[in-house]
């Protein structure tokens, strides 16, 4: 199993202009959520999915936008970048049964707004 | 409120001796309990989970679970330096479909 891939690992934007942060996991897991992380900060928050066509909120959804059409896949779309979303993007995925959530985590995208 | 509090430290602690982890959290009907491990710029990568109360051992890693208390330990016996990391506490809350609430973490440095 590849776990919980994510691509790119890197990427440039200019401000203004929109992505995609592509995310997919190979463990059947019905959740999939999105973070981000600043230099020297906690985990935030973007958005969560408990299951195909099925997202919610998060701590901070503004700029961001996701779908959920399959499983295994959950993107998360940047519309109008914004240097304050220069961050590090964190996929995540989790099986849920009996309140046990053990998240299992991608990669990251490192993004930079300029 | 949700809230999972851990000191931010740097915790640093001479090679071989045990690191001490603390992490509290608001929900008295929390369920599941986790430690992520987080390596400068890679991803949190999961440590241990505990469910009851208790210790848990794994290796060289006990995580200890009071839920009376509302708080929840990790403790590393044998520092390394390759354990210098942020760890990160998480905890599920009771109410429906919530993800895991992280902490902002705890920087440990080993000294060697």
């Known amino acids: 199993n590849a776990g919980v891939t994510q691509t790119p690992k890197f990427r440039i934007l200019k401000i203004g202009q929109s992505m995609t942060l592509q995310c997919a996991q190979d463990m059947n897991h019905n959740y999939m959520y999105w973070y981000r992380q600043d230099p020297g900060m906690g985990l935030k928050l973007i958005y969560y999915?408990?299951?195909?066509?099925?997202?919610d909120k998060g701590e901070v959804p503004n700029g961001y936008n996701v779908s959920r059409s399959t499983t295994e896949d959950f993107p998360l779309r940047l519309e109008l970048a914004a240097p304050s979303q220069t961050s590090v993007y964190f996929c995540?995925?989790?099986?849920?049964?009996?309140?046990?959530?053990?998240?299992?985590f991608g990669p990251g995208t490192r993004l930079t707004v300029t | 409120q949700k809230e999972v509090e851990q000191n931010s430290g740097p915790l640093s602690v001479p090679e071989g001796a045990i690191a001490s982890l603390n992490c509290t959290y608001s929900d008295r009907g929390s369920q599941s309990f986790f430690w992520y491990r987080q390596y400068s710029g890679k991803s949190p990568e999961l440590i241990m989970s505990i469910y009851s109360n208790g210790d848990k051992e794994d290796g060289r890693f006990t995580a200890q679970l009071n839920k009376a208390s509302q708080y929840v330990s990790l403790l590393i016996r044998d520092s390394q330096p390759s354990d210098s990391a942020t760890y990160l506490c998480a905890v599920t809350f009771s109410s429906g479909n919530t993800p895991l609430v992280f902490g902002k973490g705890t920087r440990l440095s080993v000294i060697a």
């Open positions: 995540a995925s989790s099986y849920s049964g009996d309140n046990i959530r053990e998240q299992y």
């Open positions: 999915s408990v299951g195909a066509g099925i997202t």
